[in-house]
């Protein structure tokens, strides 16, 4: 799991080829600042010694999505560590529990019509216009019924996919349904279930698992969860979760000071302001919320361990709170 305390930047300004250059790489280390430099100033020279060989490189290091789902580490502060499960602050202030092999998926409801229903919903529509438009000699009925079927195609399949959600129970219901048909065909798991804001989250009991291993990719792929979160997964060899709210869901502003880190030192007071204020809000919230456990039954003491940490940080059995 790549969560490192201490980062450092280094810039480099150059001139290749009649043209300016100016080159920043992050360092990071979980030893000393020192060492964060020292990598830092590694990886710039590395970044100068591909200008040079191959005539551009890339300027900077952008911060995604994820931070780590394109291979760099997670970067964001650390507030505690457990061992070596890291609770960081991620980009926009809520904290996150990331374990190097205690499996977590977030997996969003999802109400949108598939592409083959949008694609049917169409089809009928041409059909029908063709069929009327040789039963009748009119071939305008045809090129109506096609700017019908592209104007109108999209909605009718959303008000289709709509009422059949609500026929089979809702969109928790049919995320449940299709968590126990993964638990049905891996009889040895055993899922916690949490309810978040837009989802569920699944946790996994029965065993660790090795973030990057096809096992975890495929049980990941299988449950839902979403690509950009699997490749982080992959990626970083870690799983993650949120732990406490969104800030824009509990009334707090989003944070004028940058979320990425490191902050610069005359940034810190104002960020240490808004974290008060935002942790100060969030006691009146959860995370998620437990729903049901699926499977098994068998736990793992590393899984137990872990549950308890990320339970007490989300709030999960205090139903008096709102999600957030």
Not at 47 to 57: H, K, R
Not at 179 to 208: C, D, K, W
Not at 303 to 313: I, T
């Amino acid at each position: 799991m790549i969560v490192p305390r201490y980062w450092s930047e280094a810039t480099q300004h150059t001139r290749h080829a009649g043209r300016s250059f100016t080159l920043k790489r992050f360092g990071w280390s979980d030893v000393s600042e020192q060492a964060a430099q020292a990598h830092a100033l590694e990886r710039v020279q590395a970044a100068l010694s591909t200008l040079q060989a191959e005539g551009d490189v890339r300027r900077v290091d952008h911060k995604i999505a994820y931070n780590g789902a394109e291979g760099l580490p997670i970067r964001e502060e650390v507030v505690e560590q457990h061992g070596d499960v890291v609770i960081s602050r991620n980009s926009y202030g809520a904290l996150c529990l990331n374990t190097p092999d205690v499996l977590f998926a977030d997996v969003d409801f999802d109400s949108r019509p598939g592409r083959g229903l949008s694609l049917m919903v169409f089809a009928a529509v041409l059909g029908v216009s063709l069929l009327l438009a040789m039963l009748t000699g009119m071939g305008w009925l045809l090129a109506l019924g096609t700017v019908v079927a592209l104007l109108c195609g999209g909605l009718v399949a959303r008000r289709l996919r709509a009422l059949w959600v609500r026929l089979q129970g809702g969109v928790e219901a049919l995320a449940l349904a299709r968590i126990a048909a993964v638990v049905q065909r891996h009889p040895e798991l055993n899922l916690r279930i949490y309810r978040t804001p837009l989802g569920l989250r699944v946790l996994a009991m029965n065993a660790t698992y090795a973030p990057a291993s096809d096992k975890a990719q495929a049980l990941l792929a299988e449950l839902g969860s979403d690509p950009v979160y699997t490749r982080m997964c992959r990626n970083q060899q870690c799983f993650r979760a949120r732990v406490s709210p969104k800030p824009w869901r509990i009334g707090v502003e989003r944070m004028t000071v940058t979320g990425s880190w490191p902050v610069k030192p005359e940034r810190l007071a104002a960020r240490r302001a808004w974290v008060a204020a935002y942790e100060r809000q969030a006691l009146a919230y959860a995370a998620c919320r437990f729903v049901t456990e699926m499977g098994s039954r068998q736990v793992t003491p590393r899984a137990e361990q872990v549950r308890r940490l990320h339970d007490g940080l989300c709030r999960v059995h205090d139903s008096r709170l709102e999600l957030a």
